[in-house]
């Protein structure tokens, strides 16, 4: 069966087509990658993999690398001007090659200009393979890719960025093709039609993924491919999610703990002796991927249930209902063969407690009054009509953070659709901003959000949003994020074409004709899940960072439509700590001073 999620299929296309491709027994070669290979590289291989296939060793081309003549290398690099001067750089001189040959692998199309200066280099004499493998995105979870870029949040936000945007527009189509011809897709693509620039790089996007087809006619064949989609947000669409607190696991956790690049830092309280363990939060811990969308208040519980299993059959016996960090240490010292199954139940037991600490205290009353202006209703479903009253408390609160307050004003300007400058100020003043973190409320305009507005002005209608009453859910988490809205409206084909257009080339007439034929047309109805991921897939994809709510959302829309799969992406990860600080960059002042970067002529 092919390999499900797209860290296997990378992890896959990276091993058959860079690495095995060129391996000759007997022969070591180096890999040299730079900064987007090697982390698509350590998102979904494993070193050991790479090591059995004749690599002996993996270098970063910007580095001062030792010269191997007597080995070939392996360059897996983006076709960019920086990394291709250096592979020229590295064959400059004859005698003094850094390696005995070269094996070109582009993550994607390697530009005219460039490509010609690297074959009028003396480094096309010992180029022995040259290739494009187009995969240009991290697969960031199985449902989940990040094209590692935040930076292009500025460029595409920020009003004097403007010269920016064009290149960038065009790398994140070419990156975004590159994900569909990963996956085989040919989707339709849409876009959100209230920002302007989405249909511009939608429409980039279709142009490159025309090319792909035109190379790989197969691409996007296969029983209801037809109906996959492309959906390109701009993250003014759902300003909302990525500024509540959520309270499922990973995201509560990723917002409220110091976890950086995936790795929680705990201190482990041994007898007489603490000490700092470091664990990475990724996929191949089953019990993570089991309870990273669970709610925390059966995180605890869930955790407690399968360290019994798990003890049961071992013939353990463990205490009662809830299990300690001691009970853990005690099993650990009578069971010490299974060191590494209860390492990790004591991780997620111990990543628990610590969103709970955080919680207790701050964060529960901040959840009550953001989930009241989210929803614009109360649990029981009232509509709230003096959202004021329950801000001040909060903003009035010495102990709660700055950045948590501005996290409250801003979902009260939500809203309300945009306030007025006067009213602004005088929240701001009674919270205490300080002047550099409140320009992060002001820059939200940036986005297309609506922040000051006149009190004359009649404010846009808010979204009617989807009913989810029968849906069992916490008081302090009734918001869904709009993104499931939209993918679960894309599938059921109600999505509407006014706000979500298609690029024009192909529209959805050509779908419904092929929708289904009498004789395959069924096929799927009786299988059992996971023999076909052949089915359509709604990708979606978010200028400006998808938040780890959202992400949930593609998990939580695959499992409910069992032959779709949903998949998220966006320029990068987003935590709420991340999207305001994203917003207080200093690109978004004006500035008279020229940057290094806007120095150089932007190849148009």
Same mark, same amino acid.
């Given at each position: 069966?092919?390999?499900?999620?797209?860290?296997?299929?990378?992890?896959?296309?990276?091993?058959?087509?860079?690495?095995?491709?060129?391996?000759?027994?007997?022969?070591?070669?180096?890999?040299?990658?730079?900064?987007?290979?090697?982390?698509?590289?350590?998102?979904?291989c494993?070193?050991?993999?790479?090591?059995?296939?004749?690599?002996?060793?993996v270098?970063? %081309?910007?580095?001062?690398?030792?010269?191997?003549?007597?080995?070939? &290398?392996?360059?897996?690099?983006?076709?960019?001007?920086?990394s291709?001067?250096?592979?020229i750089?590295?064959?400059?001189?004859?005698?003094?090659?850094?390696?005995?040959?070269?094996?070109?692998?582009?993550?994607?199309?390697?530009?005219?200009?460039?490509?010609?200066?690297?074959?009028?280099?003396r480094?096309?004499?010992?180029?022995?393979t040259?290739?494009?493998?187009?995969?240009?995105?991290?697969?960031?979870?199985?449902?989940?890719?990040?094209?590692?870029?935040p930076?292009?949040?500025?460029?595409?936000?920020?009003?004097?960025?403007?010269?920016?945007?064009?290149?960038?527009?065009?790398?994140?189509?070419?990156?975004?093709?590159?994900?569909?011809?990963?996956l085989?897709?040919?989707?339709?693509?849409?876009y959100?039609?209230?920002?302007?620039?989405?249909?511009?790089?939608?429409?980039?996007?279709?142009?490159?993924?025309? &090319?792909?087809?035109?190379d790989?006619?197969?691409?996007?064949?296969?029983?209801?491919?037809a109906?996959?989609?492309?959906?390109?947000?701009?993250r003014?669409?759902?300003?909302?999610?990525?500024?509540l607190?959520?309270?499922?696991?990973?995201a509560?956790?990723?917002?409220?703990?110091?976890?950086?690049?995936?790795?929680?830092?705990?201190?482990?309280?041994?007898?007489?002796?603490?000490?700092?363990?470091?664990?990475?939060?990724?996929?191949?811990?089953?019990?993570?991927?089991?309870?990273?969308?669970?709610?925390?208040?059966?995180?605890?519980q869930?955790?407690?249930?399968?360290?019994?299993?798990?003890?049961?059959?071992?013939?353990?016996?463990?205490?009662?209902?809830?299990t300690?960090?001691?009970?853990?240490?005690?099993?650990?010292?009578?069971?010490?063969?299974?060191?590494?199954?209860?390492?990790?139940?004591? @991780?997620?037991?111990q990543?628990?407690?610590d969103?709970?600490?955080?919680?207790?205290?701050?964060?529960d009353?901040?959840?009550r009054?953001?989930?009241?202006?989210?929803?614009?209703?109360?649990?029981e479903?009232?509509?709230?009509?003096?959202?004021m009253?329950?801000?001040?408390?909060?903003?009035?609160?010495?102990?709660?953070?700055?950045?948590?307050?501005?996290? =409250?004003?801003?979902?009260?300007?939500?809203?309300?659709?945009?306030?007025?400058?006067?009213?602004?100020?005088?929240?701001?003043?009674?919270?205490? %901003?300080?002047?550099e973190?409140?320009?992060?409320?002001?820059?939200? &305009?940036?986005?297309?959000?609506?922040?000051?507005?006149?009190?004359?002005l009649?404010?846009?209608?808010?979204?009617?949003?989807?009913?989810?009453?029968?849906?069992?859910?916490?008081?302090? +988490?009734?918001?869904?994020?709009?993104?499931?809205d939209?993918?679960?409206?894309? =599938?059921?084909?109600?999505?509407?074409?006014?706000?979500?257009?298609?690029? +024009?080339?192909?529209?959805?007439?050509?779908?419904?004709?092929?929708?289904v034929? &009498?004789?395959?047309?069924?096929?799927?109805?009786?299988?059992?899940?996971?023999?076909y991921? @052949?089915g359509?897939r709604?990708?979606?994809?978010?200028?400006g960072?998808?938040?780890?709510?959202?992400?949930?959302?593609?998990?939580?829309?695959?499992?409910a439509?069992?032959?779709?799969?949903?998949?998220?992406?966006?320029?990068?990860?987003?935590?709420?700590?991340?999207?305001?600080?994203?917003?207080?960059?200093?690109?978004f002042?004006?500035?008279?001073?020229? +940057?290094?970067?806007?120095?150089?002529? @932007?190849?148009e």
């Amino acid at each position: 069966m092919a390999p499900i999620g797209l860290k296997a299929v990378v992890g896959e296309k990276i091993m058959n087509d860079v690495i095995k491709k060129v391996k000759k027994k007997g022969e070591w070669k180096a890999l040299i990658v730079d900064q987007l290979s090697m982390r698509m590289l350590s998102s979904c291989c494993k070193m050991t993999d790479i090591m059995t296939e004749g690599i002996t060793i993996v270098e970063d %081309i910007m580095k001062r690398r030792e010269p191997l003549p007597s080995l070939e &290398a392996i360059y897996l690099i983006t076709p960019t001007e920086k990394s291709v001067h250096t592979l020229i750089g590295d064959f400059k001189d004859p005698h003094s090659a850094k390696y005995k040959a070269a094996h070109v692998f582009f993550t994607d199309s390697c530009p005219d200009p460039l490509f010609n200066e690297l074959t009028k280099s003396r480094a096309s004499k010992t180029i022995k393979t040259l290739t494009e493998i187009n995969i240009a995105f991290l697969p960031y979870e199985s449902q989940v890719y990040s094209l590692d870029n935040p930076d292009a949040f500025h460029s595409f936000y920020s009003p004097h960025k403007t010269q920016l945007k064009n290149p960038v527009m065009e790398r994140l189509a070419e990156q975004l093709a590159t994900l569909c011809a990963t996956l085989k897709e040919y989707p339709a693509v849409r876009y959100r039609g209230e920002y302007k620039d989405n249909a511009t790089l939608a429409q980039l996007v279709q142009d490159k993924l025309d &090319a792909y087809k035109a190379d790989d006619p197969t691409m996007g064949e296969g029983p209801d491919k037809a109906r996959s989609q492309l959906i390109i947000l701009d993250r003014a669409f759902d300003p909302v999610s990525p500024v509540l607190h959520e309270l499922t696991f990973q995201a509560m956790g990723y917002d409220l703990l110091p976890i950086e690049n995936d790795v929680y830092k705990y201190e482990t309280s041994g007898i007489g002796d603490s000490r700092e363990k470091e664990v990475l939060l990724h996929e191949d811990d089953d019990l993570w991927v089991s309870l990273r969308h669970k709610h925390i208040a059966e995180v605890s519980q869930e955790v407690t249930r399968q360290l019994k299993d798990f003890s049961a059959s071992k013939r353990m016996n463990t205490a009662g209902e809830k299990t300690t960090m001691r009970d853990l240490s005690q099993m650990l010292k009578k069971m010490p063969q299974y060191q590494k199954e209860l390492s990790k139940y004591s @991780t997620h037991l111990q990543l628990a407690e610590d969103c709970m600490k955080h919680y207790q205290g701050t964060v529960d009353k901040l959840c009550r009054v953001e989930q009241d202006l989210a929803m614009g209703t109360d649990a029981e479903g009232e509509k709230i009509k003096d959202p004021m009253r329950a801000i001040v408390p909060i903003l009035l609160d010495a102990n709660v953070t700055t950045y948590d307050k501005i996290r =409250i004003i801003l979902l009260y300007i939500f809203l309300k659709n945009g306030i007025t400058e006067e009213n602004l100020n005088k929240l701001i003043q009674h919270a205490q %901003i300080p002047p550099e973190d409140s320009e992060i409320i002001t820059n939200m &305009a940036h986005l297309g959000v609506p922040i000051v507005t006149d009190s004359t002005l009649r404010r846009g209608k808010k979204l009617d949003r989807k009913e989810r009453v029968s849906e069992q859910t916490y008081q302090l +988490s009734r918001w869904t994020p709009l993104v499931k809205d939209i993918m679960e409206d894309a =599938i059921e084909d109600k999505l509407d074409t006014k706000h979500y257009p298609y690029i +024009s080339t192909r529209s959805s007439a050509s779908f419904s004709t092929t929708a289904v034929s &009498a004789r395959y047309g069924h096929w799927h109805k009786n299988k059992t899940p996971g023999e076909y991921r @052949t089915g359509p897939r709604v990708m979606v994809f978010i200028i400006g960072g998808a938040s780890f709510s959202e992400m949930r959302c593609a998990y939580e829309v695959t499992q409910a439509n069992g032959k779709w799969e949903a998949v998220i992406g966006a320029t990068h990860m987003l935590t709420p700590t991340k999207f305001l600080s994203d917003l207080q960059h200093p690109d978004f002042r004006e500035s008279t001073r020229v +940057s290094f970067e806007d120095a150089e002529p @932007t190849p148009e």
